[in-house]
């Protein structure tokens, strides 16, 4: 997949460099725009970028406690609004990524390492989920939107 993305950096590099700023700045925020798009369907079908499904959740015992019972949630349910969910592009780059508190859960998932669930509760460690990574339709997309933009 990195040589892919290296390939496609290389080609698009003399196409960008024929682009003044401001051109080039309208097509990072249309890609940036789209690339959001597809890491936030592909994190609602929970998939990783390759295709495989995320890590099951840790099974809890909904009924344990009296009261309202607990419905079952989708993972990474508001962690992939645009609220949290940001991109930023520029005549020199796209950066897309999760902003705050929320960057910390997703770096924990993204990466499968060790953190607490709650304050004092003992460390544990989550599986990996990969919620930003590049699937060959994203790379796809990418080369076609940028000849359709060079086309115009």
Known sequence: ???????????????????EPAS?????????????????KRIIAQRNPDGSKYAPRK?????GKSGRMKRKVQMFQKIRTVRFFKFQGDENGISIGFTGRIARIARVHQYGTKDRAEHRAPQVRYETREMLGFTNSDLDQIRDDLLLYVAQ
């Open 1 to 19: 997949m990195t040589n892919r993305l290296e390939a496609l950096e290389d080609w698009a590099a003399g196409l960008l460099a024929q682009l």
């Open 24 to 40: 080039r700045k309208r097509l990072a925020r249309s890609l940036g725009q789209t690339l959001r798009s597809s890491q936030q």
């Open 59 to 63: 099974q809890r015992n909904l009924r």
